[in-house]
């Protein structure tokens, strides 16, 4: 009854700024590319202002282009030629692609009829078009926060470089203290990957009072899946046939996850039995921000200590997102690792349950992580505090995950409870919440 309500209403429409869109492949476009074909049955009609794949510097995944539905207008827009990247200042996307989004921006805006601008992105610099066209246009927008802009965990951890070096660091992150409240001051509402984010901008800005704000990571997408077993879309990384233990960790390795890491290691080192220890493969894919020579591998070094260098395989480099999806279903166990910062959450988290593999998520105790497991099962979960205690998180891992072998066994993953945190069910809440912003 609710569909054939809407349908004899207009439909909202609401023009998402995605600079990177499918077929390019990055993590920031994947809330976007997976809630887009349910948000005409929730009211809204969305329209995509993106950037052409050919001018920014990422991969290209024909796969996830192949998934949009059909009718979505998406609109792609030129920027400065990656060539511009060897001038220092120059070379991040948004200072790239500003000017031509904000045209294209004002071109669509003018003609009418949009209820509300989001942002979901983390091309941080073209937020500063959110209080333009408000002011120009009358359209509120809403910010989609997938990291924080204001980031005090390399202050309050001196010893740890920060990506990109500290003099690159330094500047951006001045440039985001500047250009945060600016925007903030504007904006209708903010959805969050973290629960953290939220009391984070609160306490930086008490001015903000009642921010509104739906905390949502990115969902799972259980027509992913389907859509990877009708594909012939195959894996390079590993052989699962081959007889041994495979087990997989897919995404960046930051500092902070170099604590947890030692654990695991110091874990599998000294208490699983020889035999496994001799089958055993970790796989690390995708662990590194930069590409190519510029990829610096973080866990071999560290595996290397561990006596580890055998059974351990790092790939800096990401890979496409659907051999990422046959990677997760190839293994015999995934790992799940958090970071020593209470406000990380990996939103790899769904699509590692919906592999409905063995599963061992280690996260921070006021991870949302925790809780989220609580609710709907899939996993083996284990909290740490900080500052962390490596040896106790390693007796930790020891008891909960290899004594009893639990990285054969798999926890059910409890539909009913998970349908909120699908695709399907963010993008109803997330429909909800924007209908209120306007």
Aim: hydrophobic share 45%.
């Amino acid at each position: 009854m609710l569909g054939v309500a809407r349908s004899k209403l207009r439909l909202r429409r609401v023009l998402i700024i995605s600079p990177h869109f499918p077929p390019t492949n990055t993590p920031d476009l994947q809330r976007v590319r997976m809630l887009l074909p349910f948000f005409r049955e929730n009211g809204w009609n969305a329209e995509v202002l993106s950037v052409s794949p050919e001018l920014v510097a990422a991969p290209l995944d024909p796969w996830l282009a192949e998934g949009l539905p059909l009718g979505i207008k998406v609109h792609r827009v030129k920027a400065l030629g990656l060539g511009w990247s060897r001038i220092p200042g120059l070379g991040a996307l948004g200072k790239r692609s500003l000017w031509s989004l904000a045209r294209a921006g004002n071109r669509l805006l003018a003609k009418g009829g949009f209820d509300l601008v989001y942002f979901s992105t983390t091309v941080v610099e073209v937020h500063l078009l959110g209080p333009r066209w408000k002011k120009k246009f009358g359209v509120p927008f809403v910010m989609d926060y997938q990291d924080p802009w204001v980031n005090d965990y390399y202050h309050e951890h001196p010893d740890v470089v920060p990506p990109g070096g500290r003099l690159k660091y330094a500047l951006a992150d001045a440039l985001h203290r500047w250009m945060e409240p600016h925007v903030l001051r504007e904006c209708a509402g903010i959805t969050s990957v973290s629960p953290e984010y939220p009391i984070q901008l609160v306490r930086r800005y008490n001015w903000l009072g009642g921010l509104a704000s739906l905390v949502q990571p990115f969902p799972g997408a259980q027509r992913d899946f389907e859509r990877l077993a009708d594909s012939k879309i195959t894996q390079e990384y590993f052989d699962p046939s081959d007889g041994r233990i495979h087990w997989v960790y897919v995404g960046v390795v930051i500092p902070g996850m170099l604590p947890i890491l030692r654990a695991l290691f110091t874990a599998i080192t000294t208490k699983m039995p020889s035999e496994k220890l001799k089958l055993l493969s970790l796989h690390f894919i995708g662990t590194s921000y930069a590409a190519g020579s510029r990829a610096v591998p973080r866990v071999l070094p560290l595996a290397a200590e561990f006596g580890l260098a055998e059974q351990v395989h790092e790939r800096c480099e990401r890979i496409p997102y659907a051999q990422t999806l046959m990677c997760l279903s190839d293994a015999d166990a995934l790992l799940a690792i958090g970071s020593d910062d209470p406000g990380y959450t990996a939103s790899k988290i769904y699509p590692y349950l919906l592999a409905r593999k063995p599963l061992l998520a280690i996260y921070h105790e006021r991870s949302s992580i925790n809780e989220l497991v609580r609710k709907v099962g899939g996993a083996v979960c284990i909290p740490f505090a900080t500052p962390l205690d490596e040896d106790a998180l390693a007796q930790s891992i020891s008891k909960a995950w290899l004594d009893g072998e639990e990285f054969t066994k798999l926890y059910s993953l409890v539909d009913l409870a998970f349908e909120p945190y699908t695709d399907h069910g963010s993008a109803a809440a997330l429909c909800r919440f924007l209908e209120e912003r306007f």
